[in-house]
């Protein structure tokens, strides 16, 4: 099995299922697959990954793992005796050939609450077989050239820059073995440097700090759950503090862009939220009007995190952070460049909400290459209601 613990998924899934758990136990939801990586073909691989998938119906949690949850400090007692009861529902999700040759579909339809865990560790199978089949007895050697190469440029950086990195590479990894032994050169290499990892079960297996918040999928969902489609973004941020109280304090910044983001965030939201996460759009732009936002509501911008998340390099990471230093706090999560840089083309692959509640949702990336919507009506619709400007033809 590829998967094989219920923990091998990323810590965002869990702080998000436990506000679903208390917010929005009703909530029906449907997320779609899609490869972003042009000529791919995974159908010949569908029979594997179906069983990989059926495999998932076997995990339960641990009482170790259990115990790691309830330790953390925003786990709650009655969502952590849910998960004790949790286990995957094959009936929820739904895996065939897609429409176009070499295509495969992925469906997950269901109760948000029993379908959130599914994605990160659905892709993880989906990368993964693809890989072992397609670069059978891969010699990890210049994999572990390239990391060498990146701590090495890490440890080049000037002692009085507060910059640490972290992994977020779980979903697009290129295998377990390998993302495993990322985490442990990067503790043991570059301990001062190497902040945590999004990944529940290597960060209890190697004694990191597991990192998260939320993802687009809440932000999303709160389309369908909130009193008006207006108000959507604004209900998801006070729900969110409702659930955590000032804790896990990083909003998410570009499910509508910027634009729309930094009308919503107002001077309560700057003052409440510790930060905020940038996951799309250029980086140095969105950094320096955070800044001027921070400024313009009268928080000082040195008290507050922001978190690069979107395609990082070692090197990109590097720049923004001499860019923004002694101006704001950074931090940085690292993905794909991590767990699948082995001299092979990593695949781009995800899974979006598409539907909460019978309705169409969306997300209105600041790039418009990840823009998410199955419905173009509804698209039209939501950026008319934000005030964006048209999806360009």
């Not at 210049?142 to 060498?148: A, F, H, I, V």
Request: aromatic share 10%; glycine share 6%.
């Amino acid at each position: 099995m590829i998967i094989r613990s219920l923990l091998d998924t990323d810590l965002y899934k869990f702080t998000m299922m436990q506000v679903v758990l208390h917010q929005f136990p009703a909530a029906q939801v449907e997320y779609r697959f899609r490869c972003r990586t042009d000529g791919v073909r995974l159908a010949p691989y569908l029979d594997e990954i179906q069983r990989e998938i059926d495999d998932l119906g076997q995990l339960r949690f641990a009482d170790d793992e259990l115990a790691y949850l309830r330790n953390l400090r925003f786990m709650k007692s009655d969502f952590v005796d849910f998960l004790a009861l949790f286990h995957f529902n094959r009936k929820y999700i739904q895996v065939s050939a897609g429409a176009a040759p070499g295509e495969i579909d992925i469906v997950i339809r269901g109760p948000w609450l029993h379908t959130i865990l599914f994605e990160i560790p659905v892709l993880a199978i989906v990368s993964e077989v693809y890989f072992r089949r397609t670069q059978p007895g891969a010699d990890l050697a210049e994999g572990r050239r390239r990391l060498r190469a990146k701590i090495d440029l890490v440890r080049m950086v000037d002692p009085a820059l507060e910059f640490r990195i972290s992994d977020y590479g779980t979903r697009r990894r290129f295998s377990l073995g390998w993302h495993e032994e990322v985490i442990r050169t990067l503790k043991s290499e570059m301990p001062q440097r190497f902040a945590g990892t999004s990944n529940v079960l290597l960060a209890l297996r190697h004694g990191v700090t597991p990192l998260g918040t939320l993802a687009h999928e809440y932000m999303q969902a709160c389309q369908a759950l909130g009193p008006r489609l207006r108000d959507a973004q604004v209900f998801a941020l006070d729900k969110w503090a409702q659930e955590y109280r000032g804790d896990l304090g990083i909003a998410l910044s570009d499910t509508y862009g910027t634009k729309a983001f930094l009308r919503d965030f107002d001077m309560y939201f700057c003052k409440l939220f510790d930060g905020a996460r940038h996951d799309s759009g250029e980086p140095f732009e969105w950094g320096e009007r955070m800044i001027a936002h921070y400024l313009a509501n009268r928080v000082d911008p040195r008290t507050k995190t922001l978190i690069f998340s979107d395609q990082l390099s070692v090197p990109l990471a590097i720049e923004i952070a001499r860019r923004f230093h002694g101006r704001v706090k950074t931090a940085f999560g690292i993905g794909t460049n991590l767990t699948n840089d082995l001299g092979f083309e990593p695949i781009n692959i995800v899974i979006k909400m598409t539907e909460c509640n019978g309705q169409p949702v969306a997300k209105v990336s600041d790039a418009p290459g990840k823009t998410v919507s199955k419905d173009p009506g509804y698209l039209a619709y939501l950026r008319q209601v934000y005030g964006l400007e048209p999806a360009p033809h």
